[in-house]
């Protein structure tokens, strides 16, 4: 199994410092804004499953920083999945500008968890399904 998707975001000036680099801390919202468009794009929402009872809380947060991003660039967000989730779901990046630079790769684990008591769950067969 394996799904790719990209985005893409023009950087805004309150995501850089003073340099006009993006702030580093910023990349997580990236990845989140990548992910949440993949999973959107084959017909999943973090808010119905929210609505179903499950929650994603991240649990596991790489990211490598190649190259900068400055203010008013374009970014293109490539997250893949390429293993079918159980109680976790890992998805991978690449953040590229327009001239095709790769200015960072990163993972993102998160687990499915149930949203009343709190203890992990699987994967919905819903997702599943969408999943292929």
């Known amino acids: 199994m394996r799904l790719e998707h990209t985005c893409s975001t023009r950087i805004r000036y309150g995501e850089t410092d003073q340099m006009g680099v993006v702030y580093h801390g910023n990349y997580a919202q990236f990845l989140e804004m990548g992910r949440t468009e993949l999973l959107r794009n084959i017909g999943v929402s973090y808010k119905s499953m929210e609505e179903e009872g499950v929650m994603l809380p991240v649990v596991s947060l790489t990211i490598n ?7 008013d660039d374009v970014i293109f ?29 990163a ?25 292929g």
Do not use: W
Not at 84 to 102: A, H, M, Q, R
Not at 107 to 129: E, G, I, Q, S, W
């Open 107 to 131: 993972t993102v684990v998160l687990a499915f968890m149930n949203k009343d008591t709190h203890k992990l769950t699987r994967c919905p067969d819903y997702v599943l399904n969408k999943l």
């Open 77 to 105: 967000i490539k997250t893949i999945l390429s293993q079918t989730p159980s109680v976790k779901i890992t998805f991978d990046y690449e953040i590229t500008n327009e001239l095709g630079e790769l200015l960072t790769t």
């Open 65 to 71: 920083y190649k190259k900068s991003a400055y203010y």
